[in-house]
Structures are given as structure tokens and as C-alpha cells.
T-cell receptor
Framework: KAGVTQTPRYLIKTRGQQVTLSCSPISGHRSVSWYQQTPGQGLQFLFEYFSETQRNKGNFPGRFSGRQFSNSRSEMNVSTLELGDSALYLC?????????????FGPGTRLLVL | AQKVTQAQTEISVVEKEDVTLDCVYETRDTTYYLFWYKQPPSGELVFLIRRNSFDEQNEISGRYSWNFQKSTSSFNFTITASQVVDSAVYFCALSEAGIAGFQKLVFGTGTRLLVSP
């Protein structure tokens, strides 16, 4: 089975721009979660989607948004980029997102904001 | 709120040494799940193990072993006879039910393990 895939792998943007990251979950997985990893804040939960609905959201400003499509693929969008948005963005999938499940992670997208 | 503490920021060992990575967690839930992930330089988080709060048996998988102790809220990870390929950042994580009752992971700050030849 193919793992979680994320595109693009690397991205360079300038302040004020917006960016869209994409995630394809493992086949059959319907829950997709997004995490931000920075040296200062570590790994932080952004949001989780299931059946095209956002069920959980972390403590991030409204500039961070996402969506999920009917095939479970997910995108996240960051508008009005700030320097502090430079991070590794990781996507993870699981079957239905229940507490006892294991989340499987993709390779991440490294975003650099200049 | 749930919290995971990995007090060891970085550990350096020489190949073939045994090394233990510590993880202490806080939760008010009676049912919870603990995980260990490995993050090599490529960035992907690789799943290593999942443990539920009802099962305190230690687990061994090859050179890896895990010691779960509810009495001390710890879930430590030991690598026996370390190898250079074990060099990575290791994260301990706690699964909690988010606002809607579904999963989100709370991660520790990670321990960077450097194994030199």
C-alpha cells in the first residue's frame, strides 16, 4: 500500500503571499490531520478532517485553513504568509481518526517564507 | 490538559552502546494511547509503537524495547546495541480526544539521538 504523499516537498514564498499544500492519505483512510513543526514550538496540531468536515482545530490563526475532498485528499492553505510560518508541515492519515488509531505521516512539505 | 515531556534534548552514544530515551506524560483520561515515532533527517515521522493505557506489558521488537509504567506516567524507549542508522530525532506522543471527540496527537519536544561509529 502506498503511504501518505505530500506535494510539493519544498516551497519558497515571500511574506504576504498565500500557499496551498496537498496531502493524499493512505488508500482507505478517511481521516487526515495536519501538523506544523518548527524548532521553537515543536510539533503542533493544526486541524483534522473526516468526510470533508473539519472536526478538530488547533490553536492557530484564521490564516490557516484547510479542506478535504470526497476522495479524502486534503489541502491546507495559509494566507498572508509571515516569516514565522516557515516550518515543516506534516500530514497524517488514519482510518477514521478515533483516539486509539495510529496516525501515519507523510514526508512533509518544507515551507520557507522570505 | 495533556502534556508529554522528553527531558533529554540530545544524546550522543558510540555504536553498540545501549541507550534509553525517556518520556513522561500527563493526562486526566483513564483511557489513552502512547506512541513513539522516529524522524530521520528526511523529515517523515515513522511510526514505531503504540501502547494503550490498559496494557502495561513491556514490549520488545528486535533491538527496540519499551517500558510502560503507569505508576510513574512514563513510557521509556530503549535501543540495544545502537547503530549509526538509529541516528534520528525520536518523539513520544499521547493521543487525546479533541473537542469533537476524535484524535489529535500531543507530542513531546523530541530527543535527538546521535550514534557515532
Amino acid at each position: 500500500k502506498a503511504g501518505v504523499t505530500q506535494t510539493p516537498r519544498y516551497l519558497i514564498k515571500t511574506r504576504g503571499q498565500q500557499v496551498t499544500l496537498s496531502c493524499s492519505p493512505i488508500s482507505g483512510h478517511r481521516s487526515v490531520s495536519w501538523y506544523q513543526q518548527t524548532p521553537g514550538q515543536g510539533l503542533q496540531f493544526l486541524f483534522e478532517y473526516f468526510s470533508e468536515t473539519q472536526r478538530n482545530k488547533g490553536n492557530f490563526p484564521g490564516r490557516f485553513s484547510g479542506r478535504q475532498f470526497s476522495n479524502s485528499r486534503s489541502e491546507m492553505n495559509v494566507s498572508t504568509l509571515e516569516l514565522g510560518d516557515s516550518a515543516l508541515y506534516l500530514c497524517a492519515s488514519s482510518l477514521v481518526g478515533s483516539v486509539q488509531e495510529t496516525q501515519y505521516f507523510g514526508p512533509g512539505t518544507r515551507l520557507l517564507v522570505l | 490538559a495533556q502534556k508529554v515531556t522528553q527531558a533529554q534534548t540530545e544524546i550522543s552514544v558510540v555504536e553498540k552502546e545501549d541507550v534509553t530515551l525517556d518520556c513522561v506524560y500527563e493526562t486526566r483520561d483513564t483511557t489513552y494511547y502512547l506512541f513513539w515515532y522516529k524522524q530521520p533527517p528526511s523529515g517523515e515521522l515513522v511510526f514505531l509503537i503504540r501502547r494503550n493505557s490498559f496494557d502495561e506489558q513491556n514490549e520488545i521488537s528486535g533491538r527496540y524495547s519499551w517500558n510502560f509504567q503507569k505508576s510513574t506516567s512514563s513510557f521509556n524507549f530503549t535501543i540495544t546495541a545502537s547503530q549509526v542508522v538509529d541516528s534520528a530525532v525520536y518523539f513520544c506522543a499521547l493521543s487525546e480526544a479533541g473537542i469533537a471527540g476524535f484524535q489529535k496527537l500531543v507530542f513531546g519536544t523530541g530527543t535527538r539521538l546521535l550514534v557515532s561509529p
